[in-house]
């Protein structure tokens, strides 16, 4: 019989790498080789179950610890997700039985996780549109809350263009109703607190109740890891549950959870610098990709990047075209919708010599498309 794991790596080995530096489509990426090892030694644990594995409950109280520090609230509560759409579910679960409320307003540009977690929870998702410079329309989401809005969600580092929502102003309408405010920083989480983001987005409002931020995408951490945290400790207590045959509560989503993905996430916490590092490269490739973007005929940004993600249009070209083309060259990109565009993500695993390379293969597509 042909050895299994020879087969898998045959199989793996067809899969694009990160380390090509082709994939621009992701928000994870490789991690960190000390998240890695703290994943591998952990790999057993069920965060579960506390009585068998103690220290996972105390790492994950820890690493929450640090995490309500990072987003200015030494006090918030929390847990380790699986990752951004585990944690706007959990988010939004809170928020109906906090309120007994049933309405949820968001941002079209919102991950379409908000969406799923409404229909999960039988609330009605109810979408508002975007300014001008694509992020969400304050006074259009004012106009809509009513009595019946159980929660509004702003996004720091939205999934399309890596934008911030006006979260300072987003709080401002929630604080006036008294309304739940989520803020999905999924991606943004853990860039935001690392360049100095000059606005608010965090719990120093505090009309802020819940954060997601996800170790696994910025965070260098292996996948599965999100981390949610809440304003108050009381909330969460809300879903608490008693697992009477391991003779413990719970107050997750999940049952079983892998202790692995909380280790990882501790290590992560202490490699601040190491992470400041990757994150400062990839701000600084941002700007570099945009502006050898600019320089090409019949290409536009969408927006002035500002976390790391570059996304442009084309009056000229079809956007398809534009991608299929680059496909042919090996490089994975993924597309915008509001406008059509093309967006790339530029992560830890880039270097200078592949935004090198994208832009000559990129003027050389356009090239080729216009001689059509
Ligand atoms: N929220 C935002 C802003 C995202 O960009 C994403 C994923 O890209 C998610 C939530 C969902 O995260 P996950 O795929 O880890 O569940």
Redesign the pocket.
Known sequence: MEDPLKILREKRAKDFQYESGRIFSS??TVPLRETLKAYIDFMETNALDPKIFPSVKELEREAVAEAGKLFSNPNATGYIT???????IVALWIARELSGKKEVLAPVS?????EKACALLGLKFIPTPLGEDHRADVEAMKEKMGPKTAAIVG?????SLGLVDPIEEMAGIAGDRKCFFHV?????GFVLPLMNYPKKWDFTLPQVSSI?A?P??MGMVP??A?LLLFRRKRWLRVLERNVAYLGTKTQTLLGTRPGASVAATWVAFKLLEKRKKAIERCLELTKKLARGIQRIETLDLITKPELNIVAFKSEVLKIQSIEKALERRGWIVSRTELPAGIRLVIMPHHSPSHIRSFLRDLKECVRELLSR
Not at 155 to 159: K, L, R
Not at 184 to 188: E, I, L, P, V
């Open positions: 928000m994870c699986s990752g951004g759409t585990e944690s706007n919102v991950h379409y996780s908000v996004t720091a580092g939205t999934t999905d920083a999924s991606f943004g997601a996800d696994h995408k996948i599965p999100g």
